[in-house]
């Protein structure tokens, strides 16, 4: 009897560290349900940042998504500063589309040891996009730069989330235990 609730206590346990650490973002208002709260959005004079529902098709999830354009020489940027650990592997994940007529408009990311880019020709979500980085410092900038030519369109994102990768060495020392303790269960039984 001790043994059963052993291994419940011990499977609670991997399931609540795997979703703090796996689905618990860092990043506070991913959706834009709450507008540009936790964001930092800067454009040229004659650009604009926002949110809503203006996507082609609506937003990827909720009832909102960002939105951005600039239409002058230097890009617009959208902005969130989180707290990392150096050396730590996260996962940066989101959705990014564009209303663009011709010509292509651009959109870049960077954050800690990753800078990515990606261009749009049409109008659309592209496929979600994740990918992992290296935290670089304690505190860490997640920075969307976009560049668009004069009234072709708007660029968009949705569902922004960072999440910690948990190390291998945690989640084999975890599944080890989990092994052990079902074959002391068999040995008794």
């Not at 203006?54 to 909102?64: I, M, Q, V, Y």
């Not at 800078?115 to 860490?140: E, H, I, K, M, N």
């Amino acid at each position: 009897m001790k043994l059963n609730n052993m291994l419940r206590c011990l499977a609670f346990a991997a399931l609540a560290f795997d979703s703090q650490t796996s689905f618990a973002s860092l990043i506070s208002n991913g959706g834009f349900e709450s507008g540009l709260t936790g964001w930092t959005c800067t454009t040229g004079g004659d650009g604009a940042c926002g949110t809503g529902a203006f996507a082609t098709g609506g937003p990827k999830e909720g009832a909102s998504h960002f939105w951005g354009f600039d239409n002058t020489s230097s890009p617009g940027m959208n902005s969130q500063t989180f707290g990392t650990t150096i050396g730590a592997l996260y996962e940066v994940g989101f959705w990014a589309g564009s209303y663009a007529a011709s010509p292509t408009n651009n959109l870049s990311l960077d954050v800690g040891d990753l800078s990515v880019g990606f261009s749009f020709a049409g109008a659309g979500w592209l496929p979600y996009y994740s990918a992992t980085f290296v935290a670089t410092s304690a505190s860490s900038m997640l920075e969307y730069s976009f560049d668009t030519d004069d009234g072709t369109g708007t660029l968009w994102l949705d569902d922004v989330s960072v999440t910690v990768v948990p190390e291998p060495a945690i989640l084999a020392l975890l599944g080890f235990g989990l092994i052990r303790m079902a074959g002391a269960r068999r040995k008794r039984t």
